[in-house]
């Protein structure tokens, strides 16, 4: 049973989703790393301020601060149990700091998995995503209408296409993100720890089953 594992995948590959679907099954605590820094963030931890200051400043948050704040969710009593790290390591730097972090545990990654996606396909996924400008509950135009077009479900917003998704700068995410996770692909291939899952359909059950497939190794 692997119980350690990393998602490795373009915005809006999927990779939230199933880092979700792996780790309700599995009994893993998902940690992605968006969501530690809003709840550091929410909190007004010394962390979370240190983010902030960043964030303010419209500057990255360096690789150092981020990797404090996967150590602080690691060395928690959850993560002992296993995990699925979704958004971690994004870079080189980040992922021997990792390895560094897991030998204080004894611990080691099992598999790390790469969201494979034709460009195409989520170019065209991710124009669909809407979202209400009243109070931001996601839908999206081929798979998630609200009732009513245009008009929020729950609070009668309007229903807009997200404005930071546009062709172009999906590309530039696609480029950046392909910059920064060639060489980590690599590292991992070395290690002889990657799988590949092509996400290219919505999760049903036979892709479920493909991808525990994958991750167990019985379809390496
Ligand atoms: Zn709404």
């Known amino acids: 049973m692997k119980r350690r594992i990393i998602m490795l995948g373009a915005p809006g590959s999927g990779k939230g989703t199933w880092s979700k679907i792996i780790s309700d099954a599995r009994k893993l605590t998902h940690i992605a ?3 530690l820094f809003r709840r550091e963030l929410a909190a ?19 690789d150092e601060l981020t990797i404090r704040l996967v ?6 009593e959850n993560a002992a ?3 699925v790290l979704d958004g971690f390591p994004r870079t080189i730097p980040q992922a021997e700091a990792l390895e560094a972090i897991l030998a204080k ?13 034709e460009e195409d396909v989520l170019i065209g996924r991710t124009l669909a995503r809407l979202v209400c400008s009243g109070c931001g ?7 998630m209408q609200p009732a009513v077009e245009g008009v ?3 609070c009668g917003g309007e229903v807009v296409r997200r404005g930071d998704d546009t062709e172009e700068t999906i590309k530039k995410r696609m480029e950046t993100y392909h910059a920064n996770t060639a060489p980590l692909i690599d590292y991992y291939r070395e290690r002889d720890l990657l799988v590949t899952f092509s996400n290219e359909g919505p999760p049903n059950e036979e892709t479920r089953d493909l991808l525990f497939a994958i991750i167990d190794g019985d379809k390496r």
């Open 33 to 35: 790393t968006g969501d």
């Open 44 to 62: 007004e931890t010394p962390l979370g301020l240190e983010v902030k200051s960043y964030m303010e400043r419209g500057a990255l948050v360096p």
């Open 71 to 76: 150590e602080k969710a690691l060395t928690g």
């Open 81 to 83: 149990l296993g995990f």
């Open 105 to 117: 545990h004894g611990w080691k990654i099992d598999a790390v998995v790469d969201l494979a996606i």
């Open 137 to 143: 509950q996601p839908y999206n135009a081929v798979s």
């Open 152 to 154: 929020c479900d729950r």
